[in-house]
């Protein structure tokens, strides 16, 4: 989201977002795989796939 579009609104429904369980999940998850893989390479992968997917 841009800056210049950023609301009050726009801002609590977005962390709204990112703190309901679906993601906390998927955090946990993604942790999950960065404790048993091969650390800050893996994860940068990972991080860029994720972006990619436009979640």
Not at 10 to 36: I, W
């Amino acid at each position: 989201m841009p800056f210049r579009s950023l609301t009050r609104d726009r801002l609590t429904r977005a962390l709204s977002q990112v703190l309901d369980e679906e993601h906390a999940a998927q955090a946990r998850a993604f942790g999950a795989v960065l404790r048993a893989e091969d650390g800050a390479e893996h994860a940068a992968d990972l991080l860029e796939q994720h972006v990619d997917q436009g979640v």
